[in-house]
């Protein structure tokens, strides 16, 4: 008799392995992971996934036990290839193929000639102004500064000494900085912790100076125009025509209502035909310590099928979780015929409007703290620089960085 309690303890034992090794943890900073775990449970019986919020598994990844899938922001840094394992075996025939992704988004993940990630989704910026003024614009996909530039000087009316209406300042939009810094080739990149072009940083700074004085006069009506009329959203001092520009990513711009995108239209913003990916892009992989290797590779092959990416955003849509959130996890699907040709079904703004792939300019490897470093230094300084006529040497970035590092090791 003790001999079959033994036996029966050791094969229940083995089923609860094997019914562990089937499922697969997911690790996340996006909750729609949520709804695709869910999806992806009821669609299948061979395996499952249990999908975790974690703030930023980036930097959890060495602290505690591994999850068998990671599906964040920031995770190709100096340290991807030591936590996470290749994922070419699930490339070849009968498999995924390597020509459904955006090449460059794709090329990120790689490390070598082997591939360690797999992106997700991305987003790109905009400028988003009403519909009656889209013939005043020379392109129909994108526009660049020098145009913003002319548009906004052309739109400027002033009155007893004040603007009324004001076309459109780089510094209402501290991310809008950024991304002038960027395609001026401030080149952030992960460097113990952050490295950067200081000149060509500092060149997008003296560009947005010379933009406030040359098209706004000068910083203080500016500011005074800023302050009296933008208690309002953009989206609404654009349909009243107080402004004729506003920044907003695509995540932003396409979780919009229906009733304030009716009135709006929108251009992809591009410099010297390079349109910027946003620093946060998702990307996928499983760690080197995944225990549950077989679900983790079975619920990326699935995910990344293009009929299941369709299903995903019916699914979103059927459940109202589209109204907010955009796309694949909050962005444009990386798989190339996703984006192209079925989010115009659920997005018809986006119909023939996704600019070439290869005017894609892709952010450096960032580090994992990124989001902190560009939150409380990055993004504080732009905004402080923009505002001064001439660098503060005893307030650069660099002494900015080392302060906050400082305080926070």
């Not at 988004?105 to 400028?127: E, H, W």
């Not at 003024?133 to 994108?142: H, I």
């Not at 005893?394 to 926070?408: F, G, H, K, P, V």
């Amino acid at each position: 008799m003790r001999i079959l309690h033994i036996c029966v303890l050791l094969a229940a034992v083995l089923c609860l392995s094997c019914e562990e090794s089937r499922t697969a943890i997911i690790w996340t900073d996006r909750s729609e992971f949520a709804l695709y775990g869910e999806y992806f449970n009821t669609a299948q019986n061979q395996y499952k996934v249990s999908v975790r919020y974690v703030e930023f598994p980036s930097t959890e990844l060495g602290k505690s036990n591994s999850p068998d899938i990671v599906a964040a922001s920031w995770l190709k840094n100096s340290s991807t290839s030591v936590y996470f394992r290749t994922l070419d075996s699930l490339f070849g025939a009968k498999k995924l193929s390597r020509n459904i992704f955006y090449p460059r988004l794709f090329t990120i993940g790689s490390i070598d000639r082997k591939q360690y990630l797999l992106p997700v989704s991305f987003n790109i910026p905009a400028l988003i102004f009403s519909r009656d003024y889209g013939n005043d614009l020379s392109n129909q996909f994108t526009v660049d500064f020098e145009e913003m530039k002319k548009l906004s000087k052309n739109y400027n009316i002033m009155t007893r000494g004040a603007y009324t209406r004001m076309g459109f300042s780089p510094r209402w939009n501290e991310n809008f900085l950024l991304i002038t810094s960027v395609l001026h080739g401030a080149a952030f990149k992960e460097e113990d912790p952050l490295g950067w072009n200081a000149n060509a940083l500092e060149d997008s700074m003296i560009f947005v100076n010379n933009w406030t004085n040359e098209i706004n006069s000068n910083m203080q009506l500016e500011d005074d125009f800023f302050f009296k009329y933008f208690f309002e959203p953009p989206e609404k001092l654009i349909q009243s025509g107080r402004i004729l520009f506003s920044y907003m990513e695509s995540c932003e711009l396409f979780t919009l209502s229906e009733e304030k995108k009716r009135h709006l239209d929108f251009r992809w913003v591009i410099n010297q035909n390079n349109i910027p990916v946003t620093e946060d892009s998702v990307y996928i992989g499983i760690p080197k310590k995944a225990k549950s290797q077989e679900a983790a590779r079975a619920f990326i092959q699935w995910f990344f099928k293009v009929e299941n990416q369709r299903l995903l955003l019916e699914h979103s849509r059927a459940y109202r979780t589209n109204e907010n959130t955009f796309g694949i996890c909050g962005g444009f699907s990386s798989l190339t015929s996703v984006t192209e040709h079925i989010y115009p079904l659920f997005y018809p703004e986006l119909l023939g409007r996704m600019p070439p792939s290869e005017n894609f300019m892709l952010h450096n490897m960032l580090p994992g703290n990124w989001m902190e470093i560009k939150k409380r230094v990055v993004l504080p300084y732009l905004s402080e620089r923009a505002r001064s006529e001439n660098l503060n040497e005893a307030n650069t970035l660099e002494r900015r960085l080392s302060d906050w590092m400082r305080m926070n090791r």
